[in-house]
């Protein structure tokens, strides 16, 4: 059987930089499935017709097909039981809902004012026309006016990560002493910046740059191997 994950790609279809599908990636790989990944535009959409919706990750796996990044890690969870949990347990699954509602609703948009700029640029141009154009109206402002001053803004972004510095401080990842999807939640919005942007998001003296590093060398560093425009 083989699984199909489909996962957003840049201009170069070997930078793939979705959070959300790195989020998935890093899942598939925590519970050591392996899986056929597929690249998708994002002007694409009827290409994902058979899921029901219009967004990446997808993941088809036999006769389930699965979308958005945290159904795919239920799922993965529950149909392969066998295998490491990405929750440390059933109990482990409303805290860690609770990190996925913070970083889609805290971090990600952070990171978004400091890199979405970078993004555009790795796009091809039918690409580079709707993203444009989709964020601008989003933002009521152009993508350069939104992260103008990013210099001094990403200062405001590191504080707000602090309570993730708080836990890593003490263990190596947010898991503990080994990760869970909770780092897979997080560590994708600095995949998405790694992959499209030169930008630092971090400060070299950083507990989470450490933290960072050892999320790249996980799962015989598959992220670290990535296509990446800062790499």
């Known amino acids: 059987m083989t699984r199909i994950l489909y996962e957003l790609v840049a201009a170069d279809p070997a930078i793939r930089f979705s959070p959300y599908c790195w989020r998935s990636r890093?899942?598939?790989?925590?519970?050591?499935?392996?899986?056929?990944t597929r690249p998708w535009r994002f002007v694409e959409g009827d290409a994902l017709a058979?899921?029901?919706q219009g967004r990446v990750p997808v993941l088809v796996d036999g006769d389930e097909v699965i979308h958005d990044s945290w159904s795919i890690a239920l799922y993965l969870e529950e149909r392969y039981p066998d295998r490491p949990s990405l929750f440390g347990g059933e109990g482990g699954i409303a805290p860690t809902k609770f990190i996925n509602a913070w970083a889609d609703t805290v971090t990600l948009p952070a990171i978004s004012g400091l890199i979405v700029a970078d993004v555009w640029a790795g796009l091809d141009d039918e690409c580079k026309a709707y993203f444009r154009e989709s964020r601008e109206k989003r933002y009521g402002m152009t993508l350069e006016e939104f992260c103008a001053r990013r210099e001094e803004r990403v200062l405001d972004f590191r504080k707000l990560l602090q309570p993730v510095r708080a836990i890593v401080k003490d263990q190596p990842f947010i898991g503990g002493e080994a990760p869970t999807y909770a780092d897979y939640i997080v560590f994708g919005g600095f995949m998405w910046a790694r992959a499209t942007s030169s930008f630092e998001l971090l400060a070299a003296d950083d507990l989470l740059w450490s933290w960072r590093e050892r999320m790249l060398d996980l799962h015989d560093g598959c992220a670290r191997e990535a296509r990446c425009a800062a790499a």
């Open 26 to 36: 890093m899942a598939l790989a925590h519970k050591g499935l392996a899986a056929e």
């Open 50 to 52: 058979f899921s029901g």
